[in-house]
């Protein structure tokens, strides 16, 4: 897919980005052709059921893959090819510019040294010639914007509740003030109120420093809150992207549609979920990945892999309910005759 938007040069460029990890069975396509950008003070939330590959775009934009892993295509920073970065640059380049704030804050932090020894550690790898009394002001008045006091600058993480250690893990990123963030799950396991805090609190990211962030989550209602625009990952590939409100008031990929069905709000009066699984993405599906979880599918989605289009309002959508234009008859927007996929077909 390719990007969208306009106004400020892009932060972020990322264009057919595809990652493989090494197994046994032979390689995993975690993700396969991926592009977006973000601008300063962009966010973009990424969604998908778990094992589409959403933490792996993470981690490979920041060069935090296993060596069992292989990516390429083009990451571009201001510019700069990250995927050509030598790996010293890169390093360098994580805290000060590229940030990360990672799930499970409590398997993050060292539980043998204090608060104030965790920031110590990130602003002299950075900054080496940084005083003692700069690390002590930089690092208190990182974690004042994130509600947590002074007095427990020396506190070790084991004495700070699961929310406070988040808003800690996200001081941590930000104290170097970096240009572009990634957040996976910044309010996994937390309750209502502290993740409402969170949010909070990247949305102030966003206003006070023009910082761009990527919003790795499973939560719909975080991602209307607090994104500007939304991706929904399936299998690998972007299925659609969008205006945040525009993708979720007007969904255009099916599987956009049951995911947002299968939200839970107060006027919910019964459950509901998507039949199936997402696929092993050793050996994925023909065509489209979703068409055999589809209540849509066609059999041109199971022969043939959809082409990206756009929708009037500037969204993109991979899936043929939608064209592309030149591939329907007579140039209409109608699909191509519609013949259901029963279960014999795909036995």
Known sequence: MTATGGGAEPVLDVRDMRVWY????????????????????ETLGLVGESGCGKSTIGRALLGLLPESAACDGEIRFRGQDLLTTGRRELESLRGPELGMIFQEPLTRLNPLMRISEHFEETLRTHAPRISRDEIRKRSIDTLRRMGIPPTRYRSYPHEFSGGMRQRIMIALALVLRPAFVVADEPTTALDV????????ILADLRRNFDTAL???????????EACDRVA????GKLAE?????EVFTTPRHPYTRELLRSTISLRTTGLHYIPGAPPDCVDPPTGCRFHPRCPDAMRMCRDQEPEEVRTPVGSRVACWLHG??????????QPLVREEISVADEA
């Open 22 to 41: 090494g197994t046994d069975r032979g390689p995993v396509r975690a993700v396969d052709g991926v592009s977006f950008d973000l601008r300063p003070g």
């Open 193 to 200: 109120l502290v993740e409402a805090q969170i949010i909070g």
């Open 214 to 224: 990527l919003l790795i989550t499973h939560n719909l209602g975080i991602v209307a």
């Open 232 to 235: 929904v990952m399936y299998a």
């Open 241 to 245: 992207e969008g205006d945040a409100r």
């Open 324 to 333: 592309p234009a030149e591939k329907v008859p007579d140039g209409g927007t």
